[in-house]
């Protein structure tokens, strides 16, 4: 309840540094350049704006980590738990300045700004410039996630206390009615905040300049909201402050937003090195290819992780699809593989009659048709007019496919330790999986590194098996210190892990090879394997 006052004598000054600032004690209205409704009505525009700012921040935050980490969930945990956390601690501390109302909301919002729009950037050149120098470095780009979570969370957390000072500065009311105006405000420019985020700021602006441009427009309205309306609460010196850290954070933050493209194309070449030919950012992830100059191997990057390596791509994908086409193979399906490399190693075979290439990124798809690097690494496989390629996600795809429908189907996805990938390792995924598989046909799934991941490996089988599949399992040594495991599935009896007899012959492939292969993947077996994954219950 706001305490009443006795009001001053008429013709008396306001006493100047009493509570709320300048302008006399809390309560008083205080002396503005509109009326009461129009500066109310703006504060609460301010209220919304901020809203959508803070709320950009987070998913800003949670982008960014995702895109560097991969985990997603994992993510957006870290970044929304600190965050609300560091709000109450924040609405704590603003209890402080509510005698500098005006003062104080200005401060906040001008150390928001900079600290929201700055922190895609940090992040981004954290994990440039020091993921690869090992020990504590490694761990800057979590460390950095935390800290501007907690500090994004105490700033957005001090507003509330003091927008509600501004409003009862405005004209006294009723404290419920003016916390159901001020959070009527504030949830509504969440929303915006949360919609204008996926579908304007980051596709048309990009992670890093939609930072930059929400934390100029929170340095403005906060800035214009003080100095506009409540100028006459703060100090001559006060004013001078906020003015000139304001112009100073939007300075900052404009001529930054300005140079984000040099930025990253700096940060690209620390993060890839020097020889980056082409760098895309599709409607889904980035895509970089490097190399493919002076006799250099091509290498495919997607969200900054090595997808293809042009020294040994060759020996994955024959390890990956000559197994399974050991068999009937007139109709294959490939799933992910929008590189066409996969489908280069299928069309070699004779008798195939139809592919199909689902990959949910048309980009992808595009580059691996038209540019020159990669088209010629896959031997122009986008071209035979025996390969569709269908724009969507695996999933949707496998769920809308006839049962029967294809005798070999090669899961060339990313790999399953991806939080954004795990319904594609499903129980329920694999069941569609051997659906559409005609009767004598076999599924290969990509299981991730076998030595770094076991478990996980291991979980992909036991899921596998959920499923109803019969399992043989295989791994190959890639570049030095890695590997990569593969799982071999049937319907009805375990797959024989062996070679097409009348096959073309690949180059870095052997029977015995192929056999030592499965002898490394011994391991246990039964109820040995780790539960197995489903869309409730996702286990990698």
């Not at 009862?168 to 009527?184: C, E």
């Not at 690494?377 to 429908?405: I, K, M, S, Y």
């Not at 299981?447 to 076991?454: D, E, F, K, Q, S």
Request: glycine share 12%; net charge positive; charged share 20%.
């Amino acid at each position: 309840m706001i305490e009443p006052h006795a009001p001053a004598p008429p013709g008396s000054r306001p006493p100047r540094g009493g509570p709320g600032g300048p302008g006399g004690p809390r309560g008083t209205p205080a002396p503005l350049p509109v009326r009461p409704a129009t500066a109310r009505f703006l504060v609460l525009a301010g209220v919304f704006v901020c809203a959508a700012c803070g709320l950009v921040y987070e998913l800003e935050l949670v982008a960014v980590a995702s895109y560097l980490t991969g985990d997603s969930v994992t993510q957006a945990s870290i970044v929304l738990s600190v965050m609300v956390f560091a709000m109450g601690i924040g609405s704590l501390v603003a209890k402080r300045l509510r005698r500098l109302g005006a003062a104080g909301f200005g401060a906040v919002e001008t150390a928001l700004a900079l600290a929201g729009g700055s922190s895609a950037m940090a992040l981004y050149a954290a994990f440039a410039w020091t993921g690869d120098r090992g020990g504590l470095w490694a761990d800057a780009p979590r460390v950095l996630l935390v800290a501007f979570s907690l500090t994004i969370g105490l700033l957005i957390g001090a507003e509330v206390p003091l927008l509600m000072e501004l409003i009862q500065r405005i004209r006294r009311q009723d404290m419920g009615g003016a916390v159901a105006d001020l959070f009527a405000a504030d949830y509504v420019g969440a929303l915006i905040g949360g919609l204008a985020f996926p579908f304007l700021l980051l596709p048309f602006l990009g992670q890093l300049t939609a930072a930059l441009v929400t934390g100029t427009v929170n340095a403005v309205v906060g800035a214009a909201l003080v100095l506009g309306l409540f100028r006459r609460d703060l100090t001559g010196r006060a004013r001078r402050l906020l003015l000139t850290a304001s112009v100073l954070v939007i300075a900052l933050l404009t001529t930054t937003a300005v140079l984000a493209d040099d930025f990253e194309r700096a940060a690209r070449h620390a993060l890839y090195g020097e020889d980056v030919r082409v760098a895309v950012r599709t409607g889904i992830q980035e895509i970089v290819l490097r190399g493919d100059a002076d006799g250099r191997p091509l290498d495919l990057f997607l969200d900054g992780r090595l997808r293809v390596a042009g020294g040994d791509e060759r020996r994955y994908h024959e390890a990956l699809v000559h197994p399974a086409m050991a068999g009937p193979h007139a109709r294959v399906l490939i799933l992910g593989g929008g590189d066409g490399l996969a489908a280069r190693e299928v069309l070699r075979f004779p008798g195939v009659r139809r592919v199909e290439i689902v990959e949910v990124d048309a980009g992808l798809s595009r580059l691996a048709r038209r540019d020159p690097g990669l088209s010629a690494l896959n031997e122009h496989a986008h071209d035979d007019p025996r390969v569709r390629v269908t724009t969507d996600d695996a999933f949707h795809r496998l769920r809308g496919a006839p049962a029967g429908a294809y005798d070999v189907v090669v899961s060339d996805l990313p790999d399953p330790g991806l939080t954004a990938g795990a319904k594609l390792y499903s129980q329920e995924f694999y069941g569609l999986a051997r659906r559409v598989l005609a009767p004598g046909g076999r599924l290969v799934v990509h299981a991730g590194p076998y030595a770094a991941r076991p478990r996980v490996f291991r979980t992909v089988e036991s899921t596998l098996r959920a499923a109803g599949l019969r399992t043989a399992s295989y791994r190959m040594s890639g570049s030095p210190g890695g590997d990569w495991g593969f799982l071999l599935a049937g319907a009805r009896t375990p797959p024989a892990l062996g070679l097409a007899p009348h096959g073309p012959r690949p180059a870095t492939l052997t029977p015995g090879s192929l056999a030592r292969a499965g002898r490394a993947t011994a391991g246990p077996r039964g109820g040995e394997l780790p539960p197995p994954s489903t869309l409730v219950h996702p286990r990698y």
